[in-house]
Every structure is written in C-alpha cells, then in structure tokens.
Nanobody, 118 residues
Framework: QVQLVESGGGLVQAGGSLRLSCAASGRAFSSYDMGWFRQAPGKEREFVAAITWSGSNTNYADSVKGRFTISRDNAKNTVYLQMNSLKPEDTAVYYC???????????WGQGTQVTVSS
C-alpha cells in the first residue's frame, strides 16, 4: 500500500514555472514506477509524465516535452514535476500515481490544482 500526497500547485502567469511534489508513504516507494497525470475541467484525465522505479527512464506527453521534467528522490520518497514555460492550457488538477512496473497505476493522490493565467 502506498499513500500519495501532492503539493506545490497554485496560480501562475503564462510563461512562469511551478514545481509539484508528491510525497509517498508506505512500503517500498523505490520499487514503484511513478507518473503524473492531469485533468482539466470537462476533459478526461491525461498522462503527463512518468519515471521508472530507478529513475533511469522517463517519458512525457508530447504536449509537455521540453517544458516539464519529472524526477524522483528515493531517499526522500518523493517524486517531482518541474513545470516551465507554463501555458493556460496546462491548467488542470495534477495527480501523481504509483504502479508496480508493467502493471496499471493503482495508487493515486488527491490532486493539486494548477491554474495558469494568460
């Protein structure tokens, strides 16, 4: 079982930056792949970025490539999402999630709101 708590959301102007954090508690955080997802009002939840349990591999949605960076610190049981050059279309509730490698994401945080003003 893994409990996830996101933080770092807020209101920022277009072109600005935010860093989201996701703190994990429970067993064996370092054995889980981690992901960030987002859901804008009236839209389906979508994938943003993911990182493998070791941190050796990452992947990103095309819409955020070159602007967002996912990272993790297994010693601190935390995964981060650095978001630069933010756009109004990045406005959403951002969720972190954990999964055993090769399986579906099973554990989800409660989400943190990111609002980008134009």
């Amino acid at each position: 079982q893994v409990q996830l708590v996101e933080s770092g959301g807020g209101l920022v102007q277009a072109g600005g930056s935010l860093r989201l954090s996701c703190a994990a508690s429970g067993r064996a955080f370092s054995s889980y792949d981690m992901g960030w997802f987002r859901q804008a009002p009236g839209k389906e939840r979508e994938f943003v970025a993911a990182i493998t349990w070791s941190g050796s591999n990452t992947n990103y949605a095309d819409s955020v490539k070159g602007r967002f960076t996912i990272s993790r610190d297994n010693a601190k049981n935390t995964v981060y999402l650095q978001m630069n050059s933010l756009k109004p279309e990045d406005t959403a509730v951002y969720y972190c999630a954990a999964r055993i490698p090769s399986l579906q994401y099973r554990y989800w945080g409660q989400g943190t709101q990111v609002t980008v003003s134009s």
